[in-house]
């Protein structure tokens, strides 16, 4: 099973403000834990929304609308993630628990969320191929 936990951002991610360099020490750690634990799919920061794109879809088989950044509601913005796979969801609440105060300012907030699998998605035998296929070919490391 694989969950993302999703850290919201503040008005000082949204800003800019660079985590302090015992925050990033601490996320460090944790993300070290979680490798070495063989559970981290992969874990990043965002940039704030000021370069952010947004396309949307005003109507069904409609153009696309592209809007640029900043967006407004920074509760409602995502400043980075991480997507571990792990044996269950209590498992994921537990890594979540563990994680860091994402902003080192008591402001922290993270969403914990699964991710769909191929399964999940469909029934048809060909289209489900399909789909794991193409997961088989992300995950396929560089060389291998």
Known sequence: MRFMMI???TKDSEAGVLPS???LEAMSRYNEELARA???VAADGLHPSTGAIRISYPEPGGKPKVV???FTEAKEMIA???LIEVKSREEAIEWAMRMPDPHGSGEGEIELRQVFEAP???QDPEAL???IEIQ???TRKPGA
């Open 136 to 138: 088989a070919q992300v």
């Open 120 to 122: 999940e998605l469909t």
């Open 80 to 82: 980075g993630f991480t």
């Open 21 to 23: 360099q015992e925050l």
């Open 129 to 131: 191929a399909k789909l």
């Open 68 to 70: 640029d950044g900043p």
């Open 38 to 40: 063989g559970v981290l």
């Open 7 to 9: 850290v919201k951002a």
